[in-house]
Every structure is written in structure tokens, then in C-alpha cells.
């Protein structure tokens, strides 16, 4: 079942699985997102928690104890309730359970909010710790945008251009793990021009990340700017030959290559006390700004 949401410049639907977003259009109809081909992803925007990538052997070590969790986490793949649906916004929520905590042994409450603004569609996730000791998370957003853009522009055109200037090393994934050896970046100044052979080795891994804010598209073409203020991390991605990009704003990721200590002490990830919340954000704005 899906949730259907609107405003005058912008149209999105979201999938009570996973609370994904699974459809996202301009005002003239154009679509945005990627249509989950199964021939490369049958993803369109996932929502990873309460792990970003994979943990070594798919374990996590939480006060002696090892439970099983998969990459990315079991929010993708759990069915959200919806809690609140209207003409532009909606939210949806996820409670822990046996089954979660059996895999992840902290109770929470997992709220994801939609709402459309003029030419602006907003992502929030609201993570509340239920429990009685601090609950140590990661979340990732993993939208997948078009590529090209429906907007005439070749595909060898698009690129993403950060705010700040990204010169600090990256990070590839090895094996499904994050290596320890930093790589050059590829981003040229604020300029990252995007081609396939980029990512023939995975994903690019921002764990130094300077921006909060990236513009996709093709210069003199129309454009998307993803805005995430209070996440530290992203991800960039596809499979080669894909008509898609993800660009994945983060708090926190895969775990280090060397690394093989307890869950709380897995770099990138934050602690939650007990009764808080903590709320996990991104924006999307249609040619919200020019390349």
C-alpha cells in the first residue's frame, strides 16, 4: 500500500514497506526517481537503520552477546504503519518487537515524516529510544535519482557539486567493510563529474565530509539539491550502466575493516539516552538551485 502526497510543483509516494519513497515527480509528471529495475536495484529509496552497510560476519557484539543483523539494517524491509496521512504529509511509524530485538536488543520508536513544500519534498526520521540504556544507532537515507535527469541533458553531462570544497581522502568499501586506506578524492574542487568507471570499485564514502549540501544535474540543465544539515556522512553510488545515482546522506557507515569491538564503540554511529529523541534528516528541492 502506498501513500500519496502532494503540492502545487511536486508529487511523491511512499510505501508503508519500509516507509520508502517509491515514486517522486516535477509538476509536469516527470519522474525523479529511479523505478527499482530488477535488472541492476530493486531499490528506489531505502531507509537504512539501525546499521548504515554491513557489520563484520553480519554480527553485532552488544555486552558479550552477538545478535544477527543485515546489511543495512531491518528497517527497509519491515512494514511501517501509517500514523498520520495528509494532502502534502505523512508519517509512519515502526516499534520495536521480539523479531527486532532479537537482532538489535534496544527498544525504539521509529517515526519517518513526508511533507511537500512548494518545489521542496522534506525527509525526517525520528528515532526515540523506549529503553532504559543508551541506544547506540546509525541512519542513512538512500534515494536513487534518475540518471540522466529528464531534462535533455546527456548522461555524461550530470554531475553532483558539493557546497564546500571535498579534498579530504574517501573511504571504498572492501568486501562489504570499509578500508582502512584513504583514497584521493575524486571531487575536483566542489565538482564531481560523474561517470561509470567511478564506481567499479563500489561506492564512494565521504566519512570526512565538508558540505551539507549537494546540487545534481547538468549545467544549463534543470537540477536537484539534496540539503542534510545534521547528517556527517554520505555515500555515492551506482552500478555501472544504471540509469540511476544514489546520493545517501548518512550518520555513520560500515564498519571498518579492522574493526571488531563492541557495537556501541562502532565508529560513526551515535548514542541515544533513554526518552530521547533524535531526528535524522534530508531535503530534496526540484531546480531548487542552477549548476
Known amino acids: 500500500m502506498t501513500i500519496a502526497i502532494a503540492g502545487p510543483r511536486l508529487q511523491a509516494e511512499i510505501s508503508e514497506n519500509g516507509a520508502e519513497l517509491v515514486r517522486l515527480r516535477d509538476a509536469q509528471g516527470r519522474d525523479l526517481l529511479w523505478d527499482g529495475d530488477p535488472a541492476f536495484w530493486t531499490g528506489r529509496s531505502p531507509l537504512l537503520f539501525p546499521i548504515v552497510g554491513q557489520v563484520r560476519n553480519n554480527r553485532i557484539r552488544v555486552g558479550g552477546s552477538e545478535y544477527e ?5 531491518f528497517a ?19 516499534i520495536s518487537d521480539e523479531a527486532t530485538l532479537r537482532r538489535y536488543p534496544f527498544p525504539f520508536r521509529l517515526d519517518v515524516a513526508y511533507r511537500i513544500a512548494e518545489e521542496t519534498l522534506t525527509m525526517t526520521a525520528s528515532v526515540t529510544n523506549t529503553g532504559n540504556t543508551d541506544m547506540p544507532v546509525s541512519f542513512g537515507f538512500h534515494p536513487a535519482f534518475r540518471w540522466p535527469l ?13 557546497e564546500r570544497e571535498e579534498g579530504a581522502p574517501i573511504r571504498r568499501p572492501l568486501e562489504g567493510l570499509i578500508g ?28 570526512r565530509l565538508e558540505s551539507r549540501s549537494v546540487t545534481y544535474g547538468a549545467p544549463g540543465s534543470g537540477s536537484i539539491r539534496v540539503d542534510f544539515p545534521c547528517m556527517t556522512h554520505l555515500g555515492i553510488w551506482t552500478k555501472p550502466g544504471a540509469g540511476f545515482i544514489c546520493i545517501e546522506p548518512w550518520q555513520g557507515y560500515a564498519d571498518p575493516e579492522d574493526f571488531d569491538g563492541e557495537f556501541s564503540e562502532k565508529p560513526g554511529l551515535v548514542l541515544i539516552q533513554p526518552g530521547i529523541e533524535r531526528d535524522f534528516g534530508m531535503s530534496v528541492t526540484v531546480n531548487g538551485a542552477a549548476l
Open 69 to 73: 543483523l543485515f546489511r543495512h539494517g
Open 150 to 162: 529528464p531534462y535533455g541533458a546527456a548522461r555524461e553531462a550530470h554531475e553532483i557539486r558539493f
Open 76 to 94: 527497509r524491509t519491515s512494514r511501517f504503519e501509517a500514523v498520520e496521512a495528509g494532502p502534502s504529509q505523512c508519517r509512519l511509524r515502526l
Open 180 to 207: 582502512r586506506q584513504p583514497l584521493p578524492s575524486p571531487v575536483q574542487g566542489r565538482a564531481l563529474r560523474l561517470n561509470d568507471s567511478l564506481f567499479a570499485a563500489d561506492a564512494l564514502v565521504f566519512d
